[in-house]
């Protein structure tokens, strides 16, 4: 028994997504690039607590190296 189906929608979604996404890191890399060229702390915590994200500034104000040295200090 052979069954045989047409892919080509799938494939015509997974090419759009895959556009979608490449879309969404840019405009994600364009933010942190605009915190990150800011004299203000910015942070972001996660839902346990977790140091998610921090800007330059932020690691400045809490005498930090990078946000993974943040993140160990919080």
Known sequence: L???RDV?????????TEAELAEARD???SVRA???AIDQPVWL???DGRLRYANRA?????EAADPDDANHRS
């Open 2 to 4: 052979l069954r045989l």
């Open 45 to 47: 915590r996660g839902n």
């Open 58 to 62: 932020y690691c400045a104000a809490v």
């Open 34 to 36: 605009l915190l990150n």
């Open 8 to 16: 080509t929608g799938f494939r015509t979604d997974l090419l759009r």
């Open 27 to 29: 405009a994600l890399r």
